[in-house]
Structures are given as C-alpha cells and as structure tokens.
C-alpha cells in the first residue's frame, strides 16, 4: 500500500511539472519544412527525428545523474558540481526541469534496450506526451512498472516491420557493447512484477535492438551501442547511420570496415553514445570530443565518400530530399 502512494506520488508530482513555464525554446519547424527531415542530438544515445509534424524519440535521457558505485567510486565531477549522487540503494527520479526544456512533443518512443541511460526518461516523457513506446519486453514490463497503459506499449524482439502511416520501422535484434573486456553479457528481462519507485540497480539490458525508420523518403539506421549483428543488417541502403561511437568499439573486429560494407556505404554517420553521460549539459565533452575525431577517421577510411556529422546538443540537422544526397554506394 505504501509503495503504492508513493508511486501516486511520484505520478502527481511528475505530471504537475510538466505544466511548469518552459525556460528553454527548441527550434519550431514550419509545416512547410514537412519534405525535410530534421535530426537532434539530445545526449547519451537519444535522438529526435521529426518532419515537424510527427516526432520520434530515439533513447531519450535527459536526466544525466551522478552515480555513486561505493563511498571511494563516484561518476565524474568537477568545481562547483553540487548534484547529489545516486548511490546503489537510492531511488531514480529523473530531472523533469531538464525534459521540459528540450522535450516538447513525441509520439513515439524507441528504445534500443533498458539500461539506465536509454530508458530511465522514459515513463515520464511518454505520460507528458502521450507518446507510444517501442521496445522489448524488458522496456514493456518497464513502462508497465510505471503505469503505462498497454495501449501505449508495443513489444518487439526484432524481425518486426511495421507501417505507423508517416513512417514505418523495422526491428532488428542487436548485441550490446562488449564492456568489461568482452566479459559484458546480461540474460537478465525486467520482471513484470517490479513497481516503481526503482533503484539504480533494476535496471538491466534486457536485449538489444536496432531499428530503421523509414520516413519522408530517408532511411536511417539507429543504433544505440558500440556493437551490431552483421547478418541482421545485410540488404539494407540507409542513407543515414547513427553509429555507436564511444571507445568499447575498438573491442569489436574491423568495427567501422564491416559495418560501412554491410550497410553498402551509407551518405551521412551521425555518432552517439559517445559524450560523457554522467556529466551535465553544460559541462566539457573536449575529452570525449577528441576521442570522437578517432572515430570519424575510421569511417573515413572505411568510407571516403560517407560525411561524418559531429552533432552538438539540441542543435538541429537537416536532411536534405533524399534525391538531393549523394549516392556513395561506389566506395
């Protein structure tokens, strides 16, 4: 019973936020904008994608909180950090400030897998929203925790291809990074009898995905970690790939080679997951970001046509027609 007030609670307080004034204004797209496609780097591996009529979420996660691992262990900081670290045992709430300045619209979620850092905005969003959520069983059983309805959950494992009407998606089953030298591996699904509230440590992969939207005449390949199964991507011709780009890819054979081969040599990358989540917005990324210059050389030289975009926060992309954009399939 107790638990279940302070879920009401947590439901209250949540929803009464986002009513709050929105101190940050994110850029309006006109509905005559509606032939292009216009791409935004929300941090981590969240993305929005939106002809400015229908919006898509990519792993959207905002919040950005500080984990403590034990006393002598605490994610990274600097001067003047004042935000309180989340130890093992200590509830999750995400930062609703921060999802209501950038997130004003979605309808519909995608979620690459259920850790942390791709699902704990989650709930929220899709309540201030109304948003449908895409995912595995492990994020259903998620958003279930958080009273979801089902009527906004659709449950994928991949091999799914469906028709939304302004878009449609194929589901592909994926591999997570390979962390812990290779020795990463979680069989574990989110039980359906967990309730929210929840602590940093119910969180679990429970399987990962990839998608490709197919909308406004582009296709774009989505990944949210520094791994892929080659054989689920054979016979696809993305003209953009959001590639995982963080440093556990240089645990994977030929990572940039294999994959600019099997996706035929795709136009544009776009780079994600590759920014120092665990840190603020507003803090430095020149670390991360010199890191990132490796990553654009081996696409490069895997493929010397493909343009590498470095994406900055909440700074939108435009595609162009896609008749406007080369084909680099010639590599």
């Known amino acids: 019973m107790k638990q279940t007030i302070l879920l009401y609670v947590i439901i209250v307080c949540l929803l009464s936020a986002c009513n709050q004034q929105d101190e940050h204004k994110t850029t309006n797209i006109a509905a005559s ?140 089953q994926s591999l997570h990074s390979p962390l812990f030298e290779k020795r990463h591996y979680d069989s574990r699904i989110f039980s359906r009898d967990k309730k929210a509230p929840l602590r940093i440590t119910d969180f679990v992969e429970g399987g990962s995905l990839a998608f490709l939207i197919r909308f406004k005449g582009h296709e774009i390949l989505t990944s949210g970690s520094m791994n892929y199964i080659e054989k689920e991507l054979e016979g ?48 430095s990324q020149q670390e991360k970001l010199k890191e990132l210059g490796v990553f654009q050389k081996e696409i490069t030289n895997a493929s010397p046509k493909t343009k590498v975009i470095i994406p900055k926060y909440f700074e939108p992309i435009i595609l162009p027609l896609r008749k406007q954009i080369p084909d680099v399939s010639s590599n």
């Open 236 to 283: 696809l011709h993305p003209d953009v790939a959001i590639v995982g780009a963080a440093a556990s890819r240089s645990e994977i054979y030929d990572y940039a080679g294999r994959l600019m081969r099997v996706l035929n040599y795709p136009a544009i990358v776009l780079p994600t997951h590759w920014d120092d989540f665990t840190l603020p917005f507003t803090s």
């Open 33 to 172: 904008d509606s032939t292009f496609v216009k791409l935004t780097y929300l941090g981590t591996a969240g993305w929005e994608i939106t002809d400015g009529k229908t919006v898509i979420l990519i792993d959207p996660y905002l919040s950005r909180i500080r984990r403590s691992y034990s006393e002598n262990s605490i994610d990274s900081t600097f001067p003047g950090d004042i935000r309180t670290s989340i130890g093992p045992n200590d509830f999750v709430i995400s930062d609703t400030a921060s999802i209501n300045n950038y997130i004003k619209k979605a309808d519909y979620i995608l979620v690459h897998h259920s850790h942390r850092d791709h699902i704990m905005d989650v709930p929220y969003i899709a309540f201030k929203t109304g948003a449908t959520v895409v995912g595995t069983e492990s994020t259903a059983n998620f958003m279930g925790a958080y009273g979801i309805p089902e009527e906004k959950i659709i449950t994928v494992k991949g091999g799914e291809d469906y028709d939304f009407g302004t878009f449609s998606l194929k589901v592909m």
